[in-house]
């Protein structure tokens, strides 16, 4: 992820902002390969609304989608002046 974010950011500044997914296979030795980029909340995040996404609650505490992170990041934006910083 942090290689896709540093070359969107070398070659068409400021970079890729907000959300992303970088879909990705396993081959038999257990490498991963991405073979598509989709600018977008990933279609998978569905899930969320029976099992709730593991890693979000954790860090947030709370039943967290990508949508309410997304919402929440933007607030924050606003409330500090910086929402320049997450939008195009």
Known sequence: TERYVAATQR???PGII???TLQTAVDKD???WVYDVSPR???GTNVH???G???GNSLWRRS????RRIAM??????????LGELVT
């Open 73 to 82: 990041e933007i607030r924050r934006g606003v409330d500090t002046g910086r």
């Open 18 to 20: 907000g959300p992303f």
């Open 41 to 43: 909340i990933g279609g």
């Open 49 to 51: 609304m029976s099992m």
């Open 30 to 32: 257990l490498k991963f």
């Open 53 to 55: 996404h593991p890693y």
């Open 11 to 13: 070659h068409f500044p």
């Open 64 to 67: 967290m989608s990508t949508g």
